[in-house]
């Protein structure tokens, strides 16, 4: 019994390794993580609809800084897989530029919302300044934005990496925006 169970977790730990190994990163796994961060964004973006702030807030509160967290390790395994990724190549490319407009749109929802959610954010009962943190929260996912578009710029091939400049310094303008808001 004793034996069968440690041959048991051996193989176990042998497929483990291997489908470790064999688990490549590339144009697909990128795409299916902008499809999971839009996914989050949504399920933000109702959350932020439906907050009121206040001391009955407060739970919303906390489960939208969850939900900010969460976007906040997409960004930083989607940045990571495109660093790990071998170039794009010409569809792949393709379907990552189109992922990343695809995305800009639920990204700017947001913003527009945080932005109007200001002075609910400034009456949520968190015992200290829920708009100083919601200020740290669009810092991160900025500078963790431009991390990935950096990432997955240097992937794409030269027809599309030329254009993404463009595309970043308009959600980076969207963030700045946001931010301005939330700093006075
Ligand atoms: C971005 O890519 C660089 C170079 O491949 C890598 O060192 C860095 O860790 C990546 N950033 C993130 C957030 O994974």
């Avoid at 939208?64 to 940045?79: C, D, R, S």
């Avoid at 002075?119 to 990935?148: E, I």
């Avoid at 794409?156 to 946001?178: F, T």
């Amino acid at each position: 019994m004793r034996v069968l169970s440690i041959l048991t977790t051996a193989f176990a730990a042998c497929t483990t390794v291997s489908a470790f190994a064999i688990e490549a990163r590339d144009a697909a796994t990128v795409v299916g993580d902008i499809r999971t961060l839009t996914t989050q964004l949504n399920t933000l973006q109702n959350q932020l609809k439906a907050f009121q702030g206040g001391a009955a807030g407060t739970g919303a509160a906390l489960q939208i800084q969850g939900t900010e967290q969460t976007i906040e390790n997409t960004l930083k395994k989607a940045a990571q897989d495109a660093s790990n990724s071998p170039n794009f190549g010409n569809s792949g490319s393709a379907d990552v530029a189109n992922a990343i407009v695809g995305v800009e749109r639920n990204i700017y929802s947001v913003l527009d919302l945080l932005i109007q959610k200001k002075s609910a954010f400034a009456t949520a009962a968190l015992g200290f300044s829920a708009t100083g943190l919601v200020l740290q929260d669009l810092k991160n996912l900025k500078s963790q934005t431009d991390a990935f578009g950096a990432n997955a710029s240097a992937k794409l091939v030269p027809e599309l990496a030329k254009l993404a400049p463009l595309l970043l310094s308009n959600i980076d303008y969207h963030y700045s925006v946001a931010i301005d808001a939330y700093s006075s």
